[in-house]
């Protein structure tokens, strides 16, 4: 398990105050043993009275020492990251809005030039900014899923689609039951659509998907199909971090996230090939 600055802080701060009781026990203890140990002299009494008392203050000074400087360097790394932190949403915001105002201008071209060269490149210009726009999406939100605080809630699907059809008009997506809802936290359910519509269309051709929702005991399950083309990689190794089944299929972090979200919701996704099926498992009764 990877600990947060937060945590290190506090085990910092732990580590340090249980050391130095220990320190001090060990040294009321030692010179209470001395003073009733009856064959010492009073002046050997003395003697191991004050290297005891010396070593022991020497120890506690280390400890100290080491403790505070560990507990400094814990807290300028808390700083930094909160820094960093804020730095990376101040300017993945910025770019994120940009990427948004690209594309739709690109697509505001698209409607009013005719020329088919010029299509062929404003439809790139297109495809190119959704791509970015993804890809920053999943590295953001990569780099904070420790941080990250899910709300789970009933999800209507089919407003859900409505919302992810205006980002691609030439998918068709089609659902099954309008009215079908699951319990999930509403940006992480839509950060797993978008991944699972993009890598269909991207690496799958897809220019239909076909959207089912059922009950599954206490839970829902959405089973996603489309009409592109089969995967040829390793089905049971979709889902892990960084796997790609060629040198040009992504950047391995989308199904990634996906497969992370879903475990953070308390669910699990599934895949399966011949035809090519993903299986998102919910839990929590939605009505």
């Not at 009013?112 to 790139?124: F, G, I």
């Not at 659509?193 to 959207?211: E, F, S, W």
């Not at 009950?215 to 959405?222: L, R, T």
Request: net charge neutral; charged share 20%.
């Amino acid at each position: 398990m990877k600990l947060t600055s937060g945590w290190k802080f506090t085990l910092s701060i732990s580590w340090l105050l249980l050391t130095i009781a220990f320190a001090v026990w060990w040294l009321i203890n030692s010179l209470h043993l001395i003073n009733l140990n009856s064959s010492f002299s009073a002046q050997e009494v003395s003697r191991y009275r004050f290297m005891l008392i010396s070593e022991g203050v020497a120890w506690v000074i280390l400890l100290l020492i080491g403790g505070c400087t560990l507990i400094y360097f814990v807290y300028k790394e808390m700083t930094k990251n909160e820094e960093t932190r804020n730095f990376v949403a101040s300017f993945s915001h910025d770019l994120k809005t940009s990427i948004a105002s690209l594309r739709l201008q690109a697509e505001s071209l698209q409607e009013d030039v005719k020329d088919a060269d010029s299509q062929v490149l404003l439809k790139r210009l297109v495809d190119d900014s959704l791509r970015l726009q993804i890809q920053l999406e999943n590295s953001l939100e990569f780099a904070s899923q420790n941080r990250m605080k899910l709300h789970l809630e009933p999800v209507n699907i089919n407003h859900l689609i409505s919302s992810l059809s205006f980002h691609w008009p030439d998918i068709n997506l089609q659902l099954d039951n309008k009215e079908a809802e699951v319990v999930a936290d509403k940006r992480a359910i839509d950060i797993i659509m978008r991944n699972i519509i993009y890598n269909a269309k991207v690496h799958g051709d897809a220019k239909t998907i076909y959207l089912n929702v059922k009950q599954k005991g206490d839970g829902q399950v959405i089973e996603i199909k489309n009409d592109g083309s089969a995967f040829k990689g390793e089905v049971e190794k979709l889902g892990s971090l960084y796997y790609r089944h060629n040198p040009s299929s992504g950047s391995g972090l989308g199904l990634y996230i996906v497969s992370s979200l879903m475990k953070m919701m308390s669910g699990h996704i599934e895949f399966a090939n011949d035809p090519f099926t993903i299986q998102l498992h919910f839990k929590g009764a939605a009505s």
